[in-house]
């Protein structure tokens, strides 16, 4: 019995000695190797990231498109150098990895006629990010979903939209996308006046408004351009229908509409400008 556990400790320790000490050696280079990789990607897209000269940098938009791209080169490094770990300390177990490697390529050509549409996806995914469409934070619709990009991956984007349901779309099936706060964003409202009303006097009041907004320490900042009159959108049955549209920030542009109506509405009731509701005219025929 004696003889036989110290021959299962002289293997044991012949073992330890001559595979084990490499094999912890793989896992002390494999674990820092990984923390200086990220490090090295991560000032790399730093750098290679271009910082868009219409938003200032403190908005965050830039800092965005760099933790999405960081996540997911990272991500993909991890995995790389984990697998090469993985084959480096099968093949010092003593395990053959040349039959491993050959059945993995037969099952990757196989999973290859299979999974066409899970590459179309992360090819696709791949010029998404590289092309800068959108990021993380972006509201954007992809064909009817709109909402805001909570995620991106090589595979799918993650989209929360306005009702707090998350979408997941695969980037295989994304034909156009509309981004709605890339550079800057658009605050844009239609507002109806009585047929009855100057609409020059109108125009004045509205733009009046949209000065006042600058002013506001609350929304200046915001605003890049000032909500003003553009042009008479619509002659509608009850209303002659006034276009205003202002320059925001990206993202802002609800926020704006928002308050601009409830000054205007203010506005128009101070000045007495009518905003009409429905109405039907009849005539009686005379007998």
Same mark, same amino acid.
């Given at each position: 019995?004696?003889?036989?556990?110290?021959?299962?400790w002289?293997?044991?320790?012949?073992?330890?000695?001559e595979?084990?000490?490499?094999?912890?050696?793989?896992?002390?280079?494999? $674990?820092?190797?990984?923390? $200086?990789?990220k490090?090295l990607?991560?000032?790399?897209?730093?750098k290679?990231?271009a910082?868009d000269s219409?938003?200032?940098?403190e908005?965050? =938009?830039?800092a965005?498109?760099q933790?999405?791209?960081?996540r997911?080169?990272?991500?993909?490094?991890?995995? *790389?150098?984990w *697998? +090469?770990v993985?084959?480096?300390?099968?093949?010092e177990?003593? $395990?053959?990895?040349?039959?491993?490697?050959a059945?993995?390529?037969?099952?990757?050509?196989a999973v290859?006629?299979?999974g066409q #549409?899970?590459i179309?996806d992360?090819?696709?995914?791949?010029?998404?990010?590289?092309e800068n469409? #959108?990021?993380?934070g /972006?509201?954007?619709?992809?064909d009817t +979903?709109?909402?805001? &990009?909570e /995620?991106?991956?090589?595979?799918?984007t993650?989209?929360? %939209?306005?009702?707090?349901v @998350?979408?997941?779309i695969?980037?295989?099936?994304?034909? @156009? *996308?509309?981004?709605?706060?890339k550079?800057?964003?658009?605050?844009?409202?239609?507002?109806?006046?009585s047929? /009855?009303?100057?609409?020059?006097?109108?125009?004045?009041v509205i %733009?009046?408004v949209?000065q006042?907004m600058?002013?506001?320490?609350e929304?200046k900042e915001l605003?890049? %351009?000032?909500?003003?009159?553009l042009?008479?959108?619509?002659?509608?049955?009850s209303? &002659? &229908?006034?276009?205003?549209?202002?320059?925001?920030?990206?993202?802002?542009?609800?926020? @704006?509409?928002?308050e601009?109506?409830?000054?205007?509405?203010a506005?128009?009731?101070?000045e007495? =400008?009518?905003?009409?509701?429905?109405q039907?005219?009849?005539?009686q025929?005379?007998?």
């Amino acid at each position: 019995m004696a003889d036989t556990l110290l021959n299962v400790w002289n293997i044991a320790s012949n073992w330890i000695i001559e595979h084990g000490i490499v094999i912890l050696v793989i896992l002390g280079i494999a $674990i820092p190797l990984q923390l $200086i990789g990220k490090r090295l990607i991560a000032k790399s897209i730093s750098k290679a990231v271009a910082i868009d000269s219409l938003l200032p940098t403190e908005t965050g =938009i830039e800092a965005k498109r760099q933790e999405t791209l960081i996540r997911i080169f990272s991500g993909l490094f991890t995995i *790389v150098l984990w *697998v +090469v770990v993985l084959m480096m300390v099968i093949s010092e177990i003593g $395990i053959a990895i040349g039959p491993m490697l050959a059945a993995a390529g037969v099952a990757g050509l196989a999973v290859g006629f299979g999974g066409q #549409y899970l590459i179309h996806d992360l090819v696709t995914g791949t010029f998404i990010i590289l092309e800068n469409q #959108y990021r993380v934070g /972006d509201l954007i619709c992809i064909d009817t +979903v709109c909402g805001e &990009v909570e /995620d991106i991956s090589l595979r799918k984007t993650t989209l929360r %939209d306005i009702d707090g349901v @998350v979408h997941h779309i695969p980037h295989g099936e994304v034909k @156009v *996308v509309a981004n709605r706060s890339k550079s800057y964003s658009k605050a844009s409202i239609e507002l109806g006046i009585s047929y /009855d009303e100057d609409v020059e006097r109108a125009a004045a009041v509205i %733009d009046r408004v949209g000065q006042e907004m600058t002013r506001d320490p609350e929304w200046k900042e915001l605003l890049i %351009d000032p909500p003003a009159f553009l042009r008479i959108e619509d002659f509608a049955d009850s209303a &002659v &229908v006034l276009k205003i549209m202002g320059a925001t920030r990206p993202g802002e542009q609800f926020r @704006v509409a928002g308050e601009l109506r409830k000054r205007l509405k203010a506005a128009f009731d101070d000045e007495g =400008i009518e905003i009409p509701f429905p109405q039907r005219v009849i005539h009686q025929a005379k007998d």
